[in-house]
Every structure is written in C-alpha cells, then in structure tokens.
C-alpha cells in the first residue's frame, strides 16, 4: 500500500512543481509581451522620425532640383574622367545635345570657337559668350562647372567703351573743327578771287578748288553738328521758303547735267525746328543723293503733311541700297565712301530726333527716299480742324 501512496505523493510533487513552472513561464511570457509592446513602439516612433527624415529629404532634393532648372546659367556635373554625369536644362539650351555620358572635351570641340576663349570666356560658335566657373566636388573625383551667357553684358560693355570713343572723339572734333574753319573760310574766300579770270582753265581749276573746300567745310560742320548734338529748339517757318534756301545753297556743289526739283503739296505747310540745323541735315541728304546717282542725277526734294507729320523728302534715281548696308546707314563713323566720316546720316538722325521726329528711308530698284517727318505744328492741326468742321458744316 506504500507505493500507491508514494506514486500519489510524487505525482502531487511533479504537478506542483509544474504549477510552479507554468506561472514563472507565464509571468515570463508577459514580461517578454510588455518588452515586445514597449521595444514596437520605440520601432514606430523611430521608423515615423525616419519616414519624416525622408519626406524633409526628398521635398528638399526636389527643391534643389526645382533651383538648379531655374538657374540662369548652365550647371554642369563631371567626374574624375572628364565625362558629364548631370546637368540642367539651360545646359541643353546652351550647348546642344547630347550632353550626358559625352567627354567635355568633345563637347568643347563641338562647341566653341577655337581660339576666341580669353580669361575664363569662352566663344561660342553661334557667336554667344559664355563664362565659365569650375569647382572641385571635395572628397570626390570630379568638378562641377558653371557657364554663364554674357552676351549681352559683353555688348553693354562694348556700348559704354564706343560712347565713351565717341565722347573722347566730338570733344577733339569739336576743337579741331573750329580751329580749321577760320583758314578753311579764307581759303574759300581767295578760290572765288581765283575764278574771275578769262582763262577756261584757270577758271576750272578754281571751280574745283571751290569744291573741294566746300566739301572739307561740310564735313567740319558736319563733325560740329555730331560733337554738338542736336537741341530741341527754334522757329515756326515756313516749309517752301526752306526747300528753296536749301536748293539754291546747294546749286553750286551739284555735278553739272544734275537735275533739282521741288515739289510741296502745299505752300502753306510750316514747322518748327531749328532751322540751321534742319537745313544742314537736307544738305546732307542731296549731297549724299546726288553721290548715290551714277549718270544724270535726278533729285526731288519735297514736302508733304502725313496724319500729324510734316515730312521733307530727298529722293534719288541712285541704284538703291543693299540690305546689308542699309542696317547700318546711320551707324556714326559708318560709311562707303573713301573719303567719308559716316556722319552725315547719323546727324540727320540726331535732329530729326531731337526735334521729336524721325526718319524714314525707302528703298527701290530705282532710287532711294529719305523722309525727315517732324511734328505738325498745333496751329496747323487746328486749321485743319476747322476746315474739316467747316466741310461738314456745308
């Protein structure tokens, strides 16, 4: 009977022992659930930092990237072998495709003008200039290079330097010209004495003495006229009186079998400029009329109102204007003749502008048009005016 009681005992023993067990192992099991909780939600606060860590990055990659397309100059990316592993748009628009995976010398090649680069500017050979930046990447094999256009700076510049040529140049004209003017008048003046002569020669020669030191005389006007500019000021007078004055003061330097004519729509028509100035600049235009034509020059010069204009015409039967030539007419210093300044046109251009007007030009198979159109007067405009109301009145 003792077994029984002792297997019995032993039974009880395991089973407590068990009981023992089964509580430490549960008490165990929750201590590893609340680690578990706690360790999960460490996880998800880390990983929600990282998430965000990762949006702030990729909004500020975008951004970067969003800055870099909207540069105005030309980044570009090499490594350690000289090939272009990125770049942005304005890279394309400057230097053309393909770009990426090309060696920057080939792009270099392809490019630029050989020879035309000078302190960090390079040429390209649509005529664009470029200035270039480099950089070093750090740590990492490779540079980064920045191409800026500064084509338009570069012209500025040009712009300013030729101002300031042209500023340097009328104030030395300017002297020039009136020391010349005082020998240059008694020059004119002993010519004349020269032609009161019987001889036929001797008269021609005179005659083309007198010539030579009119057209020296206008080219030092000429030259005092640019180095003065223009100035909006004068007198109200009459457009007729004008022409006939201009055309009997250029009567005398006209080539002989030269034709001048003048045609005014109407008599009445006036301005107000200043008219020495207005003059020269009519001069300037028949003498530049009467050069242009080969055999029989034919010149008009005219007047007519157009809408609020008054516009003085010189007109030739020359052989035109080439295009070329044609962009450049009132260029100052600009010229095709050998024995030109290139001034006469530009000084045109000064007083017409001064005066508030402009010139037109129109060119044809057949001859060449200069049309200096200045503001109508307002007493003009007002007779107009009336006799329009007085039109619609009868």
């Not at 500023?167 to 020269?194: D, K, N, V």
């Not at 008054?310 to 009132?330: A, E, P, Q, Y």
Request: charged letters at 25%; glycine letters at 6%.
């Amino acid at each position: 009977m003792a077994n029984p009681a002792m297997h019995a005992e032993a039974l009880e023993s395991a089973f407590e022992a068990f009981n023992q067990h089964s509580e430490r192992l549960a008490a165990t099991y929750r201590e590893l659930q609340d680690k578990v909780s706690f360790l999960s939600g460490q996880l998800a606060v880390a990983q929600r930092a990282e998430y965000k860590q990762l949006l702030e990055k990729e909004r500020l990659g975008n951004r970067l990237a969003q800055l870099l397309e909207a540069l105005p100059a030309a980044v570009i990316v090499i490594d350690g072998e000289g090939i272009i592993r990125e770049s942005n748009s304005k890279s394309v628009e400057l230097l053309n495709t393909p770009l990426l995976g090309c060696a920057w010398s080939v792009i270099v090649q392809r490019e630029f003008c050989r020879g035309a680069s000078r302190d960090g500017e390079l040429k390209l050979k649509d005529g664009r200039w470029l200035c270039l930046s480099r950089q070093r990447l750090g740590t990492e094999a490779g540079e980064i290079l920045l191409l800026a256009d500064i084509t338009d700076s570069r012209r500025t510049a040009e712009i300013l330097q030729r101002a300031e040529r042209l500023t340097s140049i009328g104030e030395m004209t300017a002297q020039l010209g009136h020391q010349i003017r005082t020998p240059l008048a008694s020059a004119l003046l002993y010519a004349s004495r020269l032609m009161d002569t019987d001889s036929a020669a001797q008269k021609d020669t005179a005659e083309n003495i007198t010539r030579r030191l009119q057209d020296l005389r206008s080219i030092v006007d000429d030259m005092l006229r640019f180095a003065a500019g223009a100035r909006k000021t004068g007198t109200h007078f009459g457009v007729s009186d004008l022409l006939h004055e201009v055309a009997e003061s250029i009567a005398p330097q006209l080539r002989k079998g030269s034709q001048l004519r003048i045609e005014i729509a109407d008599n009445r028509l006036s301005v107000v400029a200043d008219r020495e100035a207005l003059k020269g600049a009519l001069l300037n235009l028949i003498c530049n009329a009467s050069q242009a034509c080969q055999d029989s020059p034919v010149i008009e010069l005219s007047a007519v109102r157009s809408g609020d204009s008054v516009c003085l015409t010189v007109t030739d039967n020359g052989h035109g204007i080439s295009d070329d030539i044609r962009t450049r007419l009132f260029e100052p210093f600009f010229t095709t003749r050998p024995q030109g300044t290139g001034l006469g046109l530009a000084v045109v251009r000064t007083v017409a502008e001064a005066h508030g007007g402009e010139i037109l030009v129109d060119c044809g198979a057949h001859g060449t048009a200069f049309s200096i159109c200045l503001p109508a007067p307002a007493t003009e405009q007002r007779n107009e005016d009336d006799a329009a109301a007085e039109d619609d009145d009868e």
